[in-house]
């Protein structure tokens, strides 16, 4: 029996697991390696989609799935397939033309699990170096044509905004949240702010996860660093926010680690060995 057997570590990537593009502390990747070895089950729950995950797969095994696109998708990397997923379905039509008819967003991507579309304000100076990076439509309405439906044939699985402050950003979610009850609004970065399905959310992602692996898992152990990593904080029995981590989600955590630059998971491993902590 190796010294982690059943416990399921889930990290978060950006500003957790990852600092900069996709750097990680070799500290960490040697830590995970180890956890890995003595039979911890390690995997991500990122709002990133799967195409993501494969970039880490020359450093550790990916063979337990992935919590993807803010719990939207299971995603096994080691088989490239998915295993699991809810979308949005009604789409959010409402809350989006309130966004931009109200001037509250200047920004707006649909998410599908294998690319992005955007609609964005012509008149914003970060226009074109967005456009460069993802398909893009002129008209919000095109999202919702259904007179040519292979154009953007996946379902969407999260929508996202973008807002010029995180004031802004947490005034909208605030006032999208009383109008249009029916979606999830949570905030994935300071501007930017995510409406999923009911049933999406990392939380949501990570119970899937654990009723898939059953009696593999006897201690879940989940990481983070912002508001959308909340959900998936509660539904662990350990919940440990990073040291650069949002107010928000300090308070939501059981623990406090180090920030992302200096090895969070290395700490976390390390007290996992301690036991210092047991269910």
């Known amino acids: 029996m190796g010294k982690f057997d059943g416990i399921l570590l889930c990290t978060d990537c950006d500003g957790t697991l990852t600092h900069g593009d996709l750097e990680v502390c070799p500290e960490d990747v040697e830590a995970i390696r180890y956890f890995q070895k003595e039979g911890g089950l390690f995997t991500f729950a990122t709002g990133r989609f799967p195409k993501h995950?494969?970039?880490?797969?020359?450093?550790?095994?990916?063979?337990?799935?992935?919590?993807?696109?803010?719990?939207?998708?299971?995603?096994?990397?080691?088989?490239?397939?998915?295993?699991?997923?809810?979308?949005?379905?009604?789409?959010?039509?409402?809350?989006?033309?309130?966004a931009k008819e109200q001037g509250l967003s200047h920004m707006i991507f649909i998410e599908h699990r294998t690319y992005s579309v955007i609609w964005t304000d012509l008149n914003d100076p970060n226009t074109q170096k967005e456009l460069q990076k993802?398909?893009?439509?002129?008209?919000?309405?095109?999202?919702?044509?259904?007179?040519?439906?292979?154009?953007?044939?996946?379902?969407?699985?999260?929508?996202?905004?973008?807002?010029?402050?995180?004031?802004?950003n947490l005034e909208v979610q605030k006032t999208l949240k009383e109008r249009f009850p029916g979606w999830r609004y949570e905030r994935s970065w300071p501007t930017g702010l995510e409406i999923l399905p009911p049933e999406g959310g990392?939380?949501?992602?990570?119970?899937?996860?654990?009723?898939?692996?059953?009696?593999?898992v006897r201690l879940t152990v989940c990481v983070g660093d912002f508001e959308n990593?909340?959900?998936?904080?509660?539904?662990?029995?350990?919940?440990?926010?990073?040291?650069?981590?949002?107010?928000?989600?300090?308070?939501?955590?059981?623990?406090?680690?180090?920030?992302?630059?200096?090895g969070p998971m290395s700490h976390i491993i390390r007290d996992l060995e301690e036991a210092k902590y047991r269910v």
């Open 53 to 98: 995950v494969r970039n880490f797969s020359h450093l550790f095994d990916l063979s337990v799935p992935a919590v993807m696109a803010n719990g939207t998708t299971l995603y096994d990397a080691s088989k490239d397939r998915v295993v699991g997923e809810v979308v949005l379905d009604p789409k959010p039509r409402q809350p989006l033309f309130y």
């Open 134 to 168: 993802t398909l893009h439509v002129e008209r919000l309405e095109e999202f919702f044509d259904d007179r040519e439906p292979d154009r953007f044939p996946e379902p969407w699985h999260k929508t996202d905004l973008v807002f010029d402050t995180p004031e802004q």
């Open 202 to 216: 990392k939380g949501n992602g990570v119970k899937r996860l654990k009723k898939m692996l059953g009696s593999k």
């Open 229 to 262: 990593d909340v959900s998936m904080l509660k539904e662990a029995d350990i919940g440990y926010a990073v040291g650069n981590a949002d107010p928000v989600t300090k308070k939501a955590a059981d623990k406090i680690t180090v920030d992302c630059l200096h």
